[in-house]
């Protein structure tokens, strides 16, 4: 089956096309991070509006490039949630539109599903169970993954995401918006080992995570020092970021016996958590699958794909079910 994904839910627009038989066709990416850049931060309504102008250009830009026609599609899926409710409607409206005129289905996608099953866009994909180190702009999580919507949470942040504490040091330490891809080429510049940095929940005995406090040493510390040891102050926040996060997913892997780790989310683009990971994972017999570099963050070909397993599996299933007990206010509205 041909799925058309779309992703709109915060500063990109992306748009896909997977087939179930033959892989990823194409895939556009419109990044409106230059538009937000002025404001220090992602403004929902310019955000809503942009998203407008350009999911029909890139949509009929995948299809040229693969040579394909809307007639060739067999689903259309889209970012349901979570994230910006306008930027979420243009994806969910442009998608559930076409649908409904091609008269084939629509499904909506979770947005973190789609990072999660990222990696599987691969040649070489990981099979299931795997453990899931979920790291983005808005979610710190770790999972176990036993298929297609069998997730068992193993822990998560209790306050700022791991992308959200890049972001927040980055803009301490002056670098602008969006931080961490900017933080971590400061960072390849400085020594880590100049200042040190608490490891927060590091022995925890748990998988959850903690990175505000993190954020408040960095404060501290550049008041102390200034902005003219950027560069030594950014690779002492990567450094014990790294560390947190690598070590409580191998924990989480030893735990539930799992020796396949995937990473995914915008953090999962970070050149010192790749090396770190792999190197330490191996030493344990763990093997480590990253998605393509261009699908660490946002994009419309996680979406296709998330969509094409559900629309798979709900055509396959020929069984229904009953529900003996049901609240009448919990229907949909229509
Ligand atoms: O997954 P994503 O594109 O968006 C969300 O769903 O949140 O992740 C964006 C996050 C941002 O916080 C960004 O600063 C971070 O991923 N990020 C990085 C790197 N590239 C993107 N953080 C650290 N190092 C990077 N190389
Ligand atoms: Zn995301």
């Known amino acids: 089956m041909l799925v058309l994904g779309v992703e709109s839910s ?5 748009v896909a096309l997977y087939d179930s038989a033959h892989g990823l066709l194409a895939h556009a990416l419109y990044s409106q991070i230059a538009m937000h850049a002025d404001y220090g931060g992602v403004v929902p309504e310019l955000a809503s509006r942009d998203h407008i102008r350009r999911v029909l250009p890139l949509t009929r830009q995948v299809l040229a490039e693969s ?33 409904y005129a091609l008269g084939i289905p629509a499904v909506g996608v979770h947005h973190l599903e789609g990072h999660l099953l990222s990696p599987l866009i691969s040649d070489t994909p990981p099979e299931f169970p795997f453990v899931a ?18 997730y068992t949470l193993l822990g998560e942040t209790l306050d ?6 890049f972001d927040k040091t980055a803009q301490l330490l002056g670098l602008g918006y969006p931080g961490g891809p900017a933080l971590s080429k400061l960072a390849a510049t400085g020594d880590a080992d100049r200042f040190k940095l608490p490891r927060p929940m590091l022995n925890s005995g748990d998988f959850d995570f903690s990175f505000s406090g993190l954020k ?5 510390l550049v008041r102390k020092q200034g902005l003219a040891q950027a560069a030594d102050i950014a690779a002492a926040f990567q450094a014990a970021a790294v560390e947190v996060l690598v070590s409580k997913s191998l924990a989480a892997c030893q735990h539930s016996g799992a020796t396949r780790l995937v990473v995914a989310g ?41 969509g094409a397993q559900r629309l798979a599996h709900a055509n396959r299933d020929l069984t229904f079910a009953v529900k003996p007990r049901w609240e009448l206010a919990t229907l949909d509205a229509v």
């Open 160 to 165: 700022d995401a791991a992308g959200e504490a």
């Open 67 to 99: 040579g394909r026609t809307l007639a060739d599609l067999g689903g259309v899926a889209y970012t349901q949630g979570p994230g910006l409710a306008g930027a979420l409607l243009v994806g969910a409206g442009m998608a559930r539109a076409l649908a």
């Open 10 to 14: 915060c500063d990109e627009t992306g």
């Open 266 to 306: 915008g953090v999962g683009a970070n050149a010192q958590l790749r090396e770190r990971l792999t190197r330490e994972a191996a030493a344990r017999g763990i093997e480590v699958f990253y998605p393509r570099l261009e699908f660490c963050t946002d994009n419309g070909a996680m979406i296709a794909y998330a």
């Open 133 to 150: 180190l979920l790291v983005s702009g808005g979610h710190t999580q770790l999972m176990l993954v036993s298929g297609v919507g069998r």
């Open 216 to 220: 408040t040493a960095v404060l501290t």
